[in-house]
Nanobody, 125 residues
Framework: QVQLVESGGALVQSGASLKLSCAAS????????LAWFRQAPGKEHKFVAV????????IYAEAVKGRFTISRNNAQNTVYLQMNSLKPEDTAIYYC??????????????????WGQGTQVTVSS
């Protein structure tokens, strides 16, 4: 069973940077597509970014393109989300998610099999 544990969330001011980490265990990390989603209060999970296991292909939501960077370290079984130029509208609980081994990227939360517990990011204006 794959387990994902996020860390790095914090309360920051608008314009600040944060780096989220997600440590994985119990699965074939290097052959899994990994994503970050976020959920604001009263809203559904929204896709943020995804990184494929194939040549580390990355895709971003329009709202974060150019500000956020997703990366992975297969040796450490960790996926990261570097967030720059944070805005109040980025405030949410951020979740990392993994698909089963060998499955390609997806933008739909329904297609992810494993989820972390989430880490809170709050951006004040």
């Amino acid at each position: 069973q794959v387990q994902l544990v996020e860390s790095g969330g914090a309360l920051v001011q608008s314009g600040a940077s944060l780096k989220l980490s997600c440590a994985a265990s119990g699965g074939a990390f290097s052959s899994s597509s990994l994503a970050w989603f976020r959920q604001a209060p009263g809203k559904e999970h929204k896709f943020v970014a995804v990184i494929s296991f194939r040549e580390d292909r990355t895709i971003y939501a329009e709202a974060v393109k150019g500000r956020f960077t997703i990366s992975r370290n297969n040796a450490q079984n960790t996926v990261y989300l570097q967030m720059n130029s944070l805005k109040p509208e980025d405030t949410a609980i951020y979740y990392c998610a993994a698909r089963k081994s060998g499955l390609e990227v997806s933008f739909s939360a329904l297609e992810y099999n494993y989820w972390g517990q989430g880490t809170q990011v709050t951006v004040s204006s």
